[in-house]
């Protein structure tokens, strides 16, 4: 079992920035890929960024590429989200997730934590 809290999320004007945390606990946290999801109101989850094991690849949704950046450490048992140029349709709860491959499919991730809110005004 691997236990997920997501934090660093908050309130901003667009055009601000927010980092968003994710630390692991549990079982080791280098075999498992990592994403984020946001789910904003009335709409399903959607993917954002997910990364592999060693941080060495990464992919993005489209409406966020060039905006925000998925890292990780390894060492920390942490995966990150910097997220800059945000947008009032940034607007969401957002979900960090572990699995075994790096997709963009909810169902490719076998753990999941509770969600940090992201809220951006215009």
């Known amino acids: 079992q691997v236990h997920l809290v997501e934090s660093g999320g908050g309130s901003v004007q667009a055009g601000g920035s927010l980092r968003l945390s994710c630390a692991a606990s549990g079982r080791s946290f280098s075999p498992y890929a990592m994403g984020w999801f946001r789910q904003a109101p009335g709409k399903e989850r959607e993917f954002v960024a997910a990364?592999?094991?060693?941080?060495?690849?990464?992919v993005y949704a489209d409406s966020v590429k060039g905006r925000f950046t998925i890292s990780r450490d390894n060492a920390k048992n942490t995966v990150y989200l910097q997220m800059n140029s945000l947008k009032p349709e940034d607007t969401a709860v957002y979900y960090c997730?572990?699995?075994?491959?790096?997709?963009?499919?909810?169902?490719?991730?076998?753990?999941w934590g509770q969600g940090t809110q992201v809220t951006v005004s215009s």
């Open positions: 990364i592999n094991q060693s941080g060495g690849s990464a």
């Open positions: 997730a572990a699995g075994f491959v790096a997709t963009t499919q909810r169902d490719g991730y076998n753990y």
